[in-house]
């Protein structure tokens, strides 16, 4: 499995605001089957960062594709394969 980084910048304050309550579930529905491992918002407005796992980049940018905030045209997105740490020091 795979993980991938997606910034969803914010492309429409209104449609964000309204379709809100749907990209928060659509999440919560990931997030319970696996595919979404981290999210949340930047807190200066500008968008939100989440974290999927998936397969390949194909599987990920389907998945991002199926987001409210994606299909309704409130952000935009960029996405990115991460390559996760695990061994961290404190």
Not at 71 to 77: F, I, K, T, V
């Given at each position: 499995m795979k993980y991938f980084a997606v910034f969803l910048s914010m492309k429409d304050e209104e449609l964000s605001r309204v379709h809100r309550p749907e990209h928060l579930e659509f999440l919560a529905r990931q997030r319970e089957a696996g595919s979404v491992l981290m999210n949340g918002r930047?807190?200066?407005g500008a968008g939100g960062l989440i974290i999927?796992?998936?397969e390949d980049t194909e599987s990920a940018v389907a998945l991002?594709?199926?987001d409210p905030y994606i299909?309704?045209?409130?952000?935009?997105?960029e996405i990115y394969e991460?390559?996760?740490e695990t061994n961290y020091e404190f």
């Open positions: 930047f807190t200066d999927y796992r998936a991002v594709k199926q299909s309704l045209g409130a952000r935009d997105y991460w390559d996760m």
